[in-house]
């Protein structure tokens, strides 16, 4: 099945800072979704995106969607102490199933206080 | 009011038992799905359900049956449970195929010993 490259697998960051993770894959995706899973309960939408190349920001999150619609990142800028969770990519590639919500392995965020 | 909920949220049970988990959705969602979290956090998709039909079974050992009796339930039915079935059970909707903005619910946590 369709694979995608999330990176890097953790983070051990101080609050204050900023964070950026990001998602790869070798074929075309028509949506890129960006969730969080706190310990404990299911993962919660952040931010979707449907154009290439779109950027799109919500509160301190901003995310893009690549030109080449193969990648896309997450910026968290001035983490604080309650960003801390798995964050996950995910989409639907180009050519497979609208139903099949594809997602990366995650990044585990850690941030000090 | 919760949008996604599953029951049980924890279900320790023995090698061999046949066990349900149930999801209901009052989103007015068309579209449900069972995912599966391993130990890694990898988030899998097993089923996807439009209008009460199947539309995606990955490659799921028979001993899972989902049933959707109207497309606001999606239960799981596991069958002979082994030690290797032991995993985060997700389940979630939206609105339509494309998977946007999908709600996902608090999670089962199953142990099998």
């Known amino acids: 099945g369709q694979q995608l490259n999330q990176s890097p697998q953790s983070m051990f960051i101080q609050e204050g800072e900023d964070v950026s993770m990001n998602c790869t894959s070798s074929?075309?995706?028509?949506?890129w979704l960006w969730y969080k899973q706190d310990p404990g309960e299911g993962p919660v939408l952040l931010i979707a995106?449907?154009?290439?190349?779109e950027l799109t920001s919500n509160g301190r999150l901003t995310a893009q969607f690549g030109i080449t619609r193969k990648d896309s990142f997450l910026n968290i800028s001035a983490s604080i102490p309650s960003d801390v969770g798995i964050y996950f990519c995910?989409?639907?590639?180009?050519?497979?199933?609208?139903?099949?919500?594809?997602f990366g392995k995650g990044t585990l965020l850690t941030v000090n206080p | 009011d919760t949008a996604v909920s599953q029951t049980p949220k924890y279900l320790v049970t023995q090698m061999g038992n046949d066990k349900s988990i149930k999801c209901e959705q009052n989103?007015?969602?068309?579209?449900m799905y069972w995912y599966k979290q391993d130990s890694k956090k990898f988030l899998k998709i097993m089923f996807s359900?439009?209008?009460?039909?199947?539309?995606i079974n990955e490659t799921v050992p028979n001993r899972f049956s989902p049933k959707s009796p109207d497309k606001a339930h999606l239960n799981l039915h596991i069958n002979s449970l082994e030690l290797g079935d032991s995993a985060v059970y997700f389940c979630?909707?939206?609105?339509?195929?494309?998977?946007?903005?999908?709600?996902f619910g608090q999670g089962t946590r199953l142990t099998v010993v």
């Open positions: 979630a909707s939206t609105s339509q195929g494309w998977g946007t903005e999908a709600f």
């Open positions: 074929s075309i995706f028509n949506t």
């Open positions: 995106l449907y154009k290439a190349g």
């Open positions: 995910a989409g639907h590639h180009s050519g497979g199933s609208n139903y099949k919500l594809t």
């Open positions: 989103l007015g969602h068309d579209t």
């Open positions: 359900y439009n209008n009460k039909e199947l539309i």
